[in-house]
Every structure is written in C-alpha cells, then in structure tokens.
C-alpha cells in the first residue's frame, strides 16, 4: 500500500518532528510511504500510483491538495491529521492527534473500504474548491491583519489578539446576496456580514449552523443583516454558550446551493475574504455545490 503524506512547509505549525513520526508510524503499519510538500502556487505533484492521500496540515492544507486532485481529475481516499491551527475537517471526522492512533486507525479505515468512507459533495468558490469555510465577518477582517510571527509562537490566540486590535477601527460593510435553496428558489438579500459553512464546526470547537456537515448536499449561510460591536458580541456569545444564533434577531440561516456576492460600495469591495482559514487574494462572486464528491477514509478506532 502507497500512502501519498503531503505537507505544508511554509504553516506556521509545521513541525518536522511530527511529520517524522507521522512517517515511521505509518510504515510501522506496513504501507509504503511518500513524502510531498504543498507550494505557494498550489502547484505540486500527487503520485498516480498511491493508495491513499494524508494530509498533515490544517484545512488550508487540505484545501490544496483537493484543489490538486481536481485538477488532475484524480480520485483517491484522503484523509487529514490535525497539524493546523485550526482542524474543523479533522475535528468532524474523528481524525486523532497522536501520530500512532491516527496510522493505525486509518490503515484499518482503509482495509475496511467503504465501511469507512464518506462522500463529501464538493462545494467551490469561483472554481476553486473550499472544505470547510468562507467568512466575511469581523473576525475575517482580524485573520487579514493578523501577524504570521505571532501565530507561529501562540498559534491561534494570534487572531483573538488582531480582534481586540480590531475594536479601534470597526469594519462597516455592506453585500448584495442572491441565495439558491436546495428547492431552487432564490431569495434576494442583504448583509453586513457572512458566513458560509460546509463543515460542522467552525473556528475550532463552534458551531454556526448545526445541521452543518461534510456529507451535506448544502452548505449554509449565516448572514448579519447589522454588525455594529454589540451585535457581533452579542453574536459571539449566542455561538460560544452553544445556542443556534439564528435565533437573534439579526441573524438569518439558510441552506443553499449556490451564492452570489456583491458588495455595495468602494469600501466595501475591499473586505477580506477567508477560505478554511486562509486569506482569498479575490472577493468570490459565486459559491455553489458541485456533482462531484472528495472520499474521505474515516478513522477505525481499535
């Protein structure tokens, strides 16, 4: 069995170590191990003959290398351990953190064929696949100013201290919305603030949409309608207790399969936009589902 391990060098969690010993444990296992590493540019070689493709990264990570896949037209079981800052993907399947736990259960995921598999329709932003998130919120504005140095010394408390940072000089925007149910009725909306979800979780351990998830059809859209500092603490608040914060009055969740974006005004249009924690140089303009699907080899706890 070939195990394809792909890795982000230039994360600010990388560790060589980890990557190591993820390596020995997979070979402990009795696959076949080949190292590759993500480039800037997205740009990198997945071996045609492999059994099965590990990420070691975050979501970003993963984000590549399935924008890699598509590409090549590629289909093979992924699977991803949690080396990122933030691990929604992970997190959702059951991916453990101990390098050992996480070979051992995989390899028996992967013997098990499609008793352990999940079909993951993809979901893509003008074209480029994303796998858990797209925000243009407060807290997207804070991951655009955020230092590389600081998360690499205390990883994700870097973005909580960009927030604070943040209360100076508050971001207003404003985006036109056209949102596609699943019906395949549109709704026309507008809003100060978005969030589309695929995954389950988001930022870590919250949860914005709870019927979210990776086998979806739909992703969803959590949009604020304001966002002025009380509304958006207000709306941290709502997350952070473990309550659907659709049920404030400035909040609205709707599933959907395809949404265009807008922004309103000058200001606006210069908004940052995150995918699965990383900076999109482009403000999307369509975000839709797509017929295909990513294999995900799910974990076999002993």
């Not at 009725?185 to 100060?192: G, N, P, R």
């Not at 979800?197 to 959590?222: D, E, N, Q, R, T």
């Not at 309550?243 to 908004?271: C, E, G, N």
Request: glycine share 8%; hydrophobic share 45%; net charge positive.
């Amino acid at each position: 069995m070939i195990v394809d391990l792909i890795h982000n060098p230039a994360s600010g969690t990388f560790n060589k170590l980890h990557l190591d010993a993820l390596s020995r444990a997979f070979q402990a296992c009795g696959a076949q191990v080949r190292l590759g590493r993500t480039e800037i540019n997205g740009q990198f070689d997945i071996s045609p003959d492999c059994d099965l493709i590990c990420v070691s990264g975050g979501d970003g990570s993963l984000r590549l290398v399935i924008g890699s896949m598509v590409r090549a037209e590629m289909s093979r079981p992924i699977c991803i351990f949690p080396a990122g800052t933030v691990n929604l993907v992970a997190k959702e399947l059951g991916y453990s953190s101990d390098p050992e736990i996480f070979a051992r259960e995989i390899m028996a995921g992967y013997l098990a064929k499609q008793t352990a598999r999940l079909k993951a329709p993809l979901a893509i932003s003008d074209g480029q696949p994303f796998v858990a998130c797209i925000s243009a919120g407060p807290d997207g504005q804070a991951v655009a100013r955020h230092s590389p140095l600081l998360k690499k010394r205390i990883g994700g408390a870097a973005y909580a201290w960009s927030l604070i940072r943040l209360l100076g000089n508050w971001p207003r925007f404003g985006f036109s919305l056209a949102v596609e149910s699943p019906d395949g009725t549109t709704e026309h909306l507008d809003s100060a603030a978005l969030y589309v979800i695929k995954s389950h979780y988001y930022a870590g351990k919250w949860v914005l949409a709870p019927a979210a998830a990776l086998g979806s059809l739909c992703f969803h859209v959590i949009l604020l309608s304001r966002v002025r500092r009380r509304d958006f603490f207000r709306f941290i608040l709502q997350i952070a207790l473990g309550h659907d914060p659709a049920k404030l009055d400035f909040v609205q969740s709707l599933p959907a399969r395809r949404l265009t974006i807008k922004a309103k005004d000058d200001l606006s249009r210069m908004a940052a936009f995150q995918a699965d924690g990383d900076m999109l140089t482009v403000q999307p303009r369509e975000i839709r589902m797509t017929d295909r699907t990513i294999t995900y080899c799910l974990p076999l706890p002993e």
